[in-house]
C-alpha cells in the first residue's frame, strides 16, 4: 500500500493530520534507530499502527518485524486473528510468551490464575535483549519514551520534544519506546478504523457473554483463568470490549454496539476513559501503570 495523498482541493481532515504525524514519526524511528521492533497484539491501536506502517513503507517490506508479548492469558480470538493479520501482510512476527519465563524460573507466580500484566517486563526486556532491538513502536505514552540499560523509565530522566524533534540517539544496551498515536484519542482512533475500513477481532463488537457484576459495577468474564465463586452475581448480558489484553484484568463493557458506526456514537457519549472503564489492574492503584513502566513495561 502506498501513501495516500491528500487531494489539495480539499481541506485535511484532523485524521489527515495525525496519519501524517504517526507516519513522520515511524520514518524518524526507521531512519534513527539500527534494529526496532512493532509490538502487535492484535488489538484495535496496534492494527491502526499496521496500517499506517503500511502507508509508511510500502511496497517495501517494514523495516521492523512485529512482535507480540504473550501472556498465555488472552482471548482466542485476538490471538487467531494477529496471526491472521500477520500472514495476510507477510510480515515476521515474533511471539515471546510468559509460560517460557515461568517455566525457565524467570517470573514466579504466587498463584496459577494471579494477573500477568505486571509480570510481562520481564518477557519483553528478555526479548529485546535476544534480538538486540533498540527501539520499540507501541501504542499510547510520549512519542519517544527513553529507557535505560536495565529497561527502567525513568520520569525525570525524558527528553524534550519540541517542535516536533525526536532524540533517538542512546548508548549500547539503552533503548527507546516509540509511540506514533500518542496524540490520538480513543475517537480518533474509531474514526481511522472507520475511515480505513479495518477488520478487527470479533470481541470489540457486542456480543452475548456470561460475566460476574462486581458491586462495583465492574463486569469480570466467566473463563477458565477468571472461574466464578461462591456468590459471584453470574449473569448473561451483551457486551463488547474497549479495550483487549489480559483476560484476568480486561473487562468487557455493557454494549449493543455491533458496528463500527455504533461503536463510535458509544465512543462519543460515554464519560469513562477506555483505560478506566476495562483495565481492573489500573483500577486497583493510581500508580499501578506508572509503576509497571519503571520496571521496564510500558
Known amino acids: 500500500m502506498t501513501t495516500a495523498t491528500p487531494s489539495l482541493t480539499r481541506a485535511l481532515t484532523h485524521l489527515d493530520w495525525l496519519e501524517a504525524e504517526a507516519i513522520h514519526i515511524l520514518r524518524e524511528v526507521a531512519g534513527q534507530c539500527a534494529n526496532p521492533v512493532l509490538l502487535f497484539s492484535g488489538g484495535k491501536d496496534s492494527l491502526v499502527l499496521l496500517r499506517l506502517a503500511e502507508k509508511a513503507f510500502r511496497p ?6 512485529l512482535m507480540h508479548i504473550d501472556t498465555g492469558h488472552n482471548y482466542e480470538e485476538v490471538i487467531a486473528f494477529r496471526d491472521h493479520r500477520a500472514a495476510e501482510l507477510g510480515e515476521r512476527l515474533i511471539v515471546r510468551s510468559l509460560e517460557d519465563s515461568i517455566r525457565e524460573g524467570r517470573i514466579v507466580l504466587k498463584s496459577p490464575l494471579e494477573a500477568r500484566n505486571r509480570h510481562q517486563s520481564v518477557t519483553l526486556l528478555d526479548a529485546i535483549a535476544e534480538f538486540g532491538f533498540d527501539a520499540c513502536i507501541g501504542a499510547k505514552e510520549r512519542i519517544f ?5 536495565f529497561g527502567q523509565w525513568d520520569p525525570k530522566n525524558q527528553r524534550p520534544e519540541l517542535w516536533d524533534l525526536y532524540n533517538a540517539r542512546i548508548d549500547p544496551g539503552e533503548n527507546i519506546r ?3 498515536i500518542s496524540n490520538w484519542t480513543e475517537l480518533d482512533v474509531w474514526q481511522y478504523i472507520e475511515r480505513e475500513g479495518l477488520e478487527l477481532p470479533s470481541i470489540y463488537f457486542a456480543h452475548e457473554r456470561e460475566v460476574v ?3 462495583d459495577g465492574a463486569l469480570v468474564p466467566v473463563t477458565s483463568v477468571t472461574p466464578t465463586k461462591p456468590g459471584d ?4 448480558v451483551s457486551v463488547r470490549f474497549r479495550t483487549v489484553g489480559d483476560i484476568t484484568c480486561t473487562a468487557p463493557v455493557r454494549s449493543t454496539a455491533s458496528t463500527v458506526a455504533e461503536i463510535l456514537l458509544e465512543t462519543a457519549t460515554t464519560e469513562l476513559t477506555e483505560r478506566g472503564a476495562t483495565r481492573l489492574d489500573d483500577q486497583t492503584s493510581e500508580a499501578s501503570m506508572e509503576q509497571r513502566k519503571k520496571e521496564g513495561y510500558f
Open 60 to 65: 517495501g517490506r517494514f523495516p521492523f518485524p
Open 145 to 149: 519514551s527513553f529507557r535505560d540499560a
Open 178 to 180: 516509540a509511540f506514533p
Open 213 to 215: 457484576v462486581r458491586k
Open 233 to 236: 452475581d453470574v449473569q448473561r
